[in-house]
């Protein structure tokens, strides 16, 4: 089956195409047949498309909004000249898999999208305000364009809905809860899930097996404790706001600040969400970027404190999330990372784990030094007593594996 993988931002259509079918999972053999990205959707759109073993296309062209964007993409699969192995025109395309941000409550697995479904989904927006409508609209577009092609629903929520309470609720009155479902339910669920189930595949053992603590460093940033396979903490919240230090986001803060800005600087509650969501994390600290690749040459090349202040602070925030999920999971057999940070930059994965000898977490420098940029590999030294594991994220892949899995009505394993 050749499933048509969507993550709809807001004023942007990121799409894979992934040949799968249950014996190429269960050896591993799903293949991507192509990649494209569509930015600036609404304007003059930056167009990247590319078939697997052929260069990749760029242009820019004004692209309205995402069905057109849809329309784009469906031209040049069915272009003669594009050649997409498998694949010579949209007849070839036999399901749509969809990221969604917030499942809240109601989702827990990924599942077949009718109309009942989309109005479940919609339901979900005040929970996810910028998130949940820019992948509707993704879903929207792939109805009028794909007429009669299944489409699934992949949540970012689901994987951690089997927190327990004690972990998802916040210490504020439960009637709050009761009314409004404020609630922790944790986000790049299917990142932290294709990670346990890569470990487990790696270390050939049961899924109740898996005790790890996750990493996901990229742009926006969170970890999760892992115990027996299911997701029993994570950091990000009610909204991906929470938790780590982030590009842009601030992660966790004391909630005072908000009312305190608000009153000492006269800054509208809108703005200081603004500042929380967007002038924050690594680019609110150094005043210079929100990117770490760029951090990290400033602080190397110019000795610049504010970037130094800014790795150091988004390193030991996760170096306390490393603690308090140990204490979680009564210890951990591996800590894995991935993300463009985590599967990148050995010098931001030596700091997050200095220091830490108490918990006998030792990296092997040699390793940690060569993963970057590899599929999967261990990093830490033969004697540590809980392993470090890199492992290249596949959001995309798990989308397309469990669009086949709900389309066949086969039971999800990982
Ligand atoms: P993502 O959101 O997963 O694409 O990750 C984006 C982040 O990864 C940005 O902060 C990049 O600077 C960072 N990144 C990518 N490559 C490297 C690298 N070689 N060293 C450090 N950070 C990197």
Redo the contacts with the bound molecule.
């Keep these: 089956m050749n499933v048509l993988v969507l993550n709809c931002g807001s004023s942007s259509v990121k799409f894979q195409i992934i040949q799968t079918d249950l014996e190429a999972i269960k050896n591993d053999q799903d293949k991507m047949l192509a990649k494209g990205y569509l930015e600036r959707i609404g304007s003059q759109a930056i167009i990247t498309l590319q078939a697997i073993g052929q260069p990749p296309l760029r242009t820019a062209e004004p692209i309205r909004d995402h069905k057109a964007a849809l329309n784009y993409i469906i031209r040049w699969i069915n272009d003669p000249n594009t050649k997409i192995e498998g694949i010579k025109d949209l007849s070839d395309i036999h399901a749509i898999g969809h990221r969604i941000v917030h499942g809240a409550e109601r989702f827990k697995k990924s599942i077949l999208i009718d109309d009942e479904v989309i109005d479940q989904i919609e339901e979900c927006i005040p929970l996810a305000p910028l998130h949940n409508p820019a992948n509707l609209k993704g879903v929207y577009a792939a109805r009028d364009v794909f007429p009669g092609v299944p489409q699934v629903a992949v949540f970012d929520t689901a994987f951690h809905s089997t927190m327990p309470e004690e972990n998802y609720l916040y210490a504020i009155p439960y009637q709050l809860y009761r009314r409004f479902k404020i609630r922790r339910y944790g986000f790049h669920g299917t990142s932290h899930r294709y990670i346990a189930y890569r470990y487990r595949k790696i270390k050939g053992i049961e899924r109740e097996q898996v005790n790890i603590i996750t990493l996901h460093l990229?742009?926006?940033c969170s970890a999760c404790a892992i115990k027996n396979g299911f997701s029993l903490d994570t950091s990000m919240g009610m909204t991906p706001l929470e938790g780590l230090v982030m590009?842009t986001r601030s992660g966790d803060i004391d909630p005072a600040i908000i009312e305190f800005l608000i009153h000492n600087e006269g800054t509208s509650i809108e703005e200081v969400f603004n500042v929380l969501n967007k002038r924050s994390g690594l680019l609110g600290i150094s005043g210079l970027t929100?990117?770490?690749?760029?951090l990290?040459a400033e602080e190397q090349e110019h000795n610049d404190r504010r970037a130094s202040l800014a790795i150091n602070i988004f390193c030991n925030r996760i170096k306390k999330y490393i603690g308090a999920y140990l204490a979680e999971l009564n210890g951990a057999d591996a800590i894995c990372f991935t993300?463009?940070?985590g599967e990148?930059?050995p010098e931001?994965r030596r700091r997050c784990l200095s220091n830490l000898d108490f918990f006998g977490i030792k990296l092997d420098d040699e390793l940690n030094e060569k993963a970057?940029g590899i599929k999967e590999m261990k990093i830490s030294a033969p004697d540590s007593r809980i392993e470090v594991y890199v492992i290249a994220t596949n959001e995309e892949l798990l989308i397309a594996r469990d669009t086949l899995r709900v389309i066949l009505n086969v039971p999800r394993i990982w």
């Design positions: 990229g742009n926006g590009g929100n990117d770490m690749r760029d990290l993300g463009g940070i990148n930059s931001v970057v």
